[in-house]
T-cell receptor
């Protein structure tokens, strides 16, 4: 069964600190992996897209890594800001655009 | 605003009533998707269109659900005889093919449905 699992389920950090979110997947065949940010009550917004040949991609303070051999990905957030408080969803695609979503990590950044 | 828009943003209805949601995609996007998201979960795929053709439907899309995209522009999602289990956020997305051949999906703000 195609599944995407994320950890931790929730995370609280202080403003300015770094954090890393994890994603494990069992989707096959694998096409690409995406990280989305979803603010409460809003639709998800894409942060990064990586294909199997890419093992890291950055978008500002967000850096995603991918290990296609172990089927793991991480999202590292540097120097967190209050506006980073959101859910971060790992999404894996078995084709060019059919997406399988994880349940997300709820991040709260406190001053 | 040239993003994906959805209407209404919130809908409260009584069990057994029919509801219809609208999605207006980004104008040059030919693919349009519907997802359902319940609290604490990631979005689940319901169906998608390429232009006016509905190409795939999830098992989640029971016979009470129907989606249309006349003329390949806006789309509607109708739920007949709503049940309390239909309470969720209904998200619409439209997509554009990137240079890599991947489709970047842009999501709307969603319609929050509450069935009482």
């Amino acid at each position: 069964k195609n599944q995407v699992e994320q950890s931790p389920q929730s995370l609280i950090i202080l403003e300015g600190k770094n954090c890393t979110l994890q994603c494990n997947y069992t989707v096959s065949p694998f096409s690409n992996l995406r990280w989305y940010k979803q603010d409460t009550g809003r639709g998800p917004v894409s942060l990064t897209i990586m294909t199997f040949s890419e093992n890291t991609k950055s978008n500002g303070r967000y850096t995603a890594t991918l290990d296609a051999d172990t089927k793991q990905s991480s999202l590292h957030i540097t120097a967190s800001q209050l506006s980073d408080s959101a859910s971060y969803i790992c999404v894996v695609s078995a084709s060019t655009d059919k997406l399988i979503f994880g349940t997300g990590t709820r991040l709260q950044v406190f001053p | 605003d040239t993003g994906v828009s959805q209407d209404p943003r919130h809908k409260i209805t009584k069990r057994g009533q029919n509801v219809t949601f609208r999605c207006d995609p980004i104008s040059e996007h030919n693919r349009l998707y519907w997802y359902r998201q319940t609290l604490g979960q990631g979005p689940e795929f319901l169906t998608y269109f390429q232009n006016e053709a509905q190409l795939e439907k999830s098992r989640l899309l029971s016979d009470r659900f129907s989606a249309e995209r006349p003329k390949g522009s806006f789309s509607t999602l109708e739920i007949q005889r709503t049940e309390q289990g239909d309470s969720a956020m209904y998200l619409c997305a439209s997509s554009l093919v990137l240079r890599t051949g991947l489709y970047e999906q842009y999501f709307g703000p969603g319609t929050r449905l509450t069935v009482t």
